[in-house]
């Protein structure tokens, strides 16, 4: 074989890659705890999304990129769906509704350790209203923690909600997070279900967040750790600033971080700062060995706790918190 078709027969592979590359968005929806934010960052293999044991933590929406040679798989995670009570509930609601409708493919998380219940017949009847004919997968998530007759069991109840509601699931996938298990079948499921067209972001990237609101959701999840249940929903954390440190050595490098913490009235101060300001540190020191890790660079962290009366059902302050 001469140069010139060695040449030609390249360009002929590519334009066939090219073709059958398959690229674009899927997001998991379910109630809250169902494993979403878990199984975004089993499938990425980093930590992108928040998760923790208390409901209703990931308020943004984060983009977790899979990379295959022949796809690639953007990953929406939305807060969790529910009946709601207040202002900020209303907003979250609706941003799960704007993004079921912009993305290729929708993953239903059911976990496998409860049974089908109100909250996820909720999200079903709105799956199944969807004027759009967007594919939608059943991920039965948690698998480890069910025995694997209890498994198939929920896994035909999945089959009968679709069924009941007029849902035709186009896979049901069994799936533990956090064992890992299942995790790359899902993925390869997924991808046929994803339009024809080139990769949407350059190789390598994980997520498209803006790195200031990565960090002021990793100063909320360690702000959350250990407090009280009716104060997750009254946190909110803004990163004011983020600059290098001026005058440092190339080899020493500092980043100065600046956020605030806000929260709903004055006598939550105490249980965010600590007695002595101690949980304020732990808070502090937690969040930055984290923000470090993401951003790959040391890093002064100054935290400040702010009153910000009923942000919740402000719509001004909502939009100056980000929502
Ligand atoms: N045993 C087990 N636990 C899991 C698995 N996936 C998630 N969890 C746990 O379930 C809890 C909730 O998981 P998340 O991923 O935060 O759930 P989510 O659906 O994103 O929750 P919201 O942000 O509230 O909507 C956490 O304590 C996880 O560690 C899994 O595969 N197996």
């Avoid at 907003?91 to 350790?113: K, S």
């Avoid at 067209?197 to 990565?214: A, C, F, I, K």
């Avoid at 440092?248 to 806000?262: C, E, F, G, K, Q």
Wanted: proline share 7%.
């Amino acid at each position: 074989m001469n140069a010139s078709s060695a040449t030609a027969g390249d360009t002929e592979g590519r334009a066939r890659d090219e073709a059958e590359h398959r690229s674009g968005f899927a997001c998991f929806v379910g109630r809250p705890n169902a494993g979403k934010s878990t199984l975004t960052n089993a499938l990425v293999g980093t930590k992108v999304a928040i998760t923790s044991t208390r409901p209703q933590t990931t308020r943004h929406t984060v983009r977790g990129i899979v990379h295959r040679p022949e796809a690639q798989l953007v990953l929406v995670d939305t807060p969790g769906l529910h009946k709601p009570r207040t202002l900020l509930g209303e907003r979250l609601n609706d941003v799960v509704r704007t993004t079921w409708a912009e993305v290729d493919v929708i993953g239903f998380c059911l976990p496998a350790d409860q049974k089908i219940g109100p909250g996820d017949r909720f999200i079903a009847g709105e799956l199944a209203e969807l004027k759009k004919r967007t594919p939608k997968v059943a991920v039965v998530t948690k698998t480890d923690l069910v025995s694997s007759k209890a498994l198939a069991e929920q896994l035909l109840a999945v089959d009968q909600l679709g069924r009941e509601l007029g849902i035709e699931w186009a896979e049901i996938v069994p799936v533990s997070a956090t064992e890992g298990s299942q995790v790359d079948l899902l993925a390869d499921l997924l991808v046929p279900l994803l339009p024809q067209g080139p990769p949407l972001y350059p190789d390598g990237d994980l997520t498209d967040e803006p790195e200031q609101v990565m960090v002021a959701e990793l100063i909320r999840e360690a702000a959350l750790e250990g407090v009280r249940d009716e104060l997750p929903h009254s946190i909110a954390v803004v990163v004011e600033e983020m600059v290098p440190r001026e005058d440092r050595p190339a080899d020493r490098p500092l980043l100065d971080v600046h956020a605030n913490i806000y929260i709903e009235r004055p006598s939550q101060k105490g249980i965010v700062i600590g007695p002595k300001g101690k949980r304020l540190k732990e808070v502090g020191s937690s969040s930055r060995r984290h923000i470090e890790a993401l951003l790959g660079t040391p890093v002064y962290l100054d935290l400040h706790v702010k009153v910000a009366k009923d942000w919740q059902r402000d719509p001004k302050q909502l939009r100056r918190l980000g929502f």
